[in-house]
Each structure stands twice: as C-alpha cells, then as structure tokens.
C-alpha cells in the first residue's frame, strides 16, 4: 500500500497546484477563484523516487460558524483515510480565523499533521511564517508550490517516517 497524502486547507492557499505539480496532472482545477475544486481528487504522485497517493480537497470554507460546519465532509473523509495531513496555509495572508478553525480539528485527530506555509516566493520567508507557530501544529515548513521551491525537503520529512 502507497501512503496516503491529504492536501487540506482553506481555499484559495495553493492546494491543487501543489497537487499538480506532485502528480504532474492537470486534472485539479486551479484557479483564481476560491473553492473551484469541490471535490476529493486522487492522484498517484511520482517525485525524486518517493511514490504515495496524494488527495486534494477543496471543501473546507471559513465562513460558516463551527468546524463541523467549516470542514466540509470531502475533507473530513480525507483527513480520515490519510496518513499524513499536509495543512496548508497562505504566507502572505498570514494566520486567517478559518486557518484557526482547521487548526482546531486537526489537532483533536490522531493524525500526523505538516503545516505548511505556501507562496513564500518573494517574500521573507521565514519572518512571513512566524506567526503560523500560534497554530500550535509544531514546525511551519516553507514552500513556494507554483514554483517548486521546498518541495523536494518538505516531502523528504513528511515522508520519510511512514
Ligand atoms: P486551492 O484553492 O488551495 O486549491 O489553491 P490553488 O492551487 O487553486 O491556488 C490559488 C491561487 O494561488 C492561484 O492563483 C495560484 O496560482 C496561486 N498560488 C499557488 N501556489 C503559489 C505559490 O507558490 N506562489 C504564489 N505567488 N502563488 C501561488
Ligand atoms: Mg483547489
């Protein structure tokens, strides 16, 4: 059995191009519009010699009250049947209430759970990612998913305990 990746995360912070440039498909709608990927999508992702089944998501909205209400099911039946949880989450936006809301749930699973801060291309890095430690989800791992930067060590450590 291939690990299971889940891409989770609210809209818009760069899931389904990290998707595609994992399994190379262009199957994963991306665009600039939040939300557009409505369901759970599968992809066998090929990278540097490590091979796992990695799901994009697209349910998970910030604007309902509650987190039963903010996880959208397509995304709780990820998390569920995941191995790994890769939370993604926007550097230049900074922490929002609906990444506090995720936050909230993924902590409560028994899931290992990578935050990952994307779009530091252009940006400092590092001083963009600090705030990302009150998610309370450990280490924040840097990756520009458009441009491929810190791809390779972010699959490198979540990968490599499985
Ligand atoms: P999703 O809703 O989480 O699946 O997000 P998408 O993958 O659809 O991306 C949302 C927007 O962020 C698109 O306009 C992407 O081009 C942009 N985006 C994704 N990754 C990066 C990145 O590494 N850097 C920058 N600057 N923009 C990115
Ligand atoms: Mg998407």
């Given amino acids: 059995m291939l690990p299971v990746v889940a891409l989770v995360g609210r809209p818009n912070v760069g899931k389904s191009t990290l ?20 369901d759970r999508k599968y992809g ?32 709780l039946l ?10 993604l989450v926007d550097a230049r936006a900074g922490v929002t209430s609906a990444d506090i809301g995720i936050a909230n749930h993924l902590r409560k699973q028994n899931k290992k759970v990578y935050l990952v801060a994307n779009k530091v291309d252009g940006i400092d890095g590092d001083s963009e990612s600090a705030e990302f430690y009150s998610l309370a989800l450990g280490d924040v791992l840097q990756i520009a998913a458009a441009h491929g930067r810190g791809v390779q060590q972010l699959l490198n450590t979540t990968l490599e305990p499985l």
């Fill in 78 to 87: 990820a998390i569920d049947e995941a191995n790994v949880v890769l939370f």
């Fill in 19 to 38: 998707f595609n440039r994992l399994t190379r498909s262009r199957d994963a709608l991306v665009a600039d519009f939040p939300g557009l990927t409505r």
């Fill in 44 to 75: 066998q992702a090929k990278y540097e010699g490590l091979q796992f089944i990695l799901v994009d998501t697209g349910g998970i909205s910030g604007d309902e009250q509650g987190i039963d209400a903010e996880m959208a099911e397509q995304s």
